[in-house]
């Protein structure tokens, strides 16, 4: 079986700089000199069309042929036919509801995990990498039939990792009390990944890329934990048995 | 059929007060002279204990007696027996999912839409009480197994609403993108209900109550509208059919 190659980015666009400019680097290294064309995977949001002109223009910048997926009449064919895929941002409910009425999850597991394919995904993109959705920031607007996604990586990510701030009086809970409410009811540990960061896995191996910016741990019953970009995150690629089956769900 | 009677109040605790403390008084205006008992349902947080007593106590100085439903042998008996009910805020999910678990839906939907049973809700309690939890801020961390709720009332809400900061360079979503991607995928309408503010339904009609903050409200294909207290929401009571059928989710 090939290696695992997926690389999991917090977010789209980080203030002040453009549509993927703050990974563009790390993203033409990731996918490396064998990698030609890239589907685009633009569900997470409603205008396909107008997602995948920006996504095939940036990419083109990043001298890659993108193509989306929706333009194809066979798209399980086009996961099947493409050297690597992005999935773009938006709401994560509507791209993993999508992806499962267009039958396209296990298609894309097997690319990743069997066949080496490289994935990457930004915000909702990055979501659906995880075991589940149990860890998004997005609001339900649609009901996917299960809960649970493609299941690339062992741990949760929490895009767009924001720390409290301590001037608020909003009674609304924090991102880290969401968290403390997962590991309630789950025991994945979760990566609190914030704007600008990412997280390349090969194979069995993790590490933060990315910005400066401190990346929040959480694993259920220890202390939080922060790591910088460089650090790896290998202890969190040992599931200590499938993650698909160590999540609460309804079906 | 008695009149229908739902409370929806936006947060539990508004800073700088205590827990309750700033709709205490509707609350017993709401609930009149006739009601003696109320049954408490804790099932947003994960304490069904503590948080049993926290709000037997704050209900006690109200003048009522609270009973929690999670001590109860027979539940339906329990929503059968009391004169009131007060669903407690948390986590979303975790709630619907629990009275699903129970098959306490039916029995609800019945007691207060067809006896009268006066309904108060805080924050998730709140959200249930619409016709789906899709416009709720609550992290996924159980998966229903339906986003379908109790349907009290036929417009969605979305408490502890907030202005976009215009100040911040964070890049997820605000709240009122949120709203528009759920108006991309339905078409029922949302009270964005701030802090401090509650909705007091009586039969078919809603009025505004609590303190002096914009509520805004947004209809699919108009402008938002801005409404305060003492306003009604009449005309986000006539639903054109029942607001159940008008969700996509997959069954």
Excluded: W
Excluded at 25 to 37: A, E, I, Q, S
Excluded at 40 to 69: C, N, Q, T
């Amino acid at each position: 079986m090939a290696q695992r190659r997926v690389l999991l980015v917090s977010n789209s666009t980080t203030h002040p700089t453009g549509y993927l400019d703050h990974c563009a680097k790390d993203m033409v290294n990731f996918l490396g000199p064998d990698v030609k064309t890239i589907l685009f995977v633009p569900y997470a949001l409603k205008d396909h069309d107008g997602y995948a002109a920006k996504a095939k223009e940036r990419f083109a910048v990043m001298g890659f042929k993108a193509a989306s997926i929706h333009e194809f009449e066979d798209q399980q064919a086009a996961v099947a036919s493409h050297d690597a895929m992005f999935v773009g941002g938006g709401n994560t409910f509507r791209l993993l509801k999508t992806l499962q009425d267009k039958n396209l999850i296990q298609i894309i597991r097997r690319r990743v995990l069997e066949q080496g394919m490289p994935y990457m995904g930004a915000s909702a993109g990055s979501n659906i990498a995880c075991p589940g959705i149990f860890t998004t920031n997005d609001m339900p607007i649609v009901q996917p039939s299960s809960f649970l996604a493609l299941g690339l990586v062992p741990f949760q990510l929490n895009a767009h990792y924001l720390e409290p701030d301590p001037t608020s009086t909003h009674k609304g809970e924090t991102r880290a009390e969401r968290l403390a409410q997962f590991h309630e009811e789950n025991d994945l540990p979760v990566v609190g990944l914030p704007e600008g960061m990412m997280i390349e896995v090969v194979g069995d191996k993790a590490v933060l890329r990315g910005m400066d910016r401190d990346v929040r741990l959480f694993a259920p019953g220890k202390p939080m934990e922060t790591r910088k970009t460089g650090a790896t995150l290998d202890d969190f690629m040992q599931a200590a048995e499938p993650a698909h089956k160590r999540i609460k769900h309804s079906e």
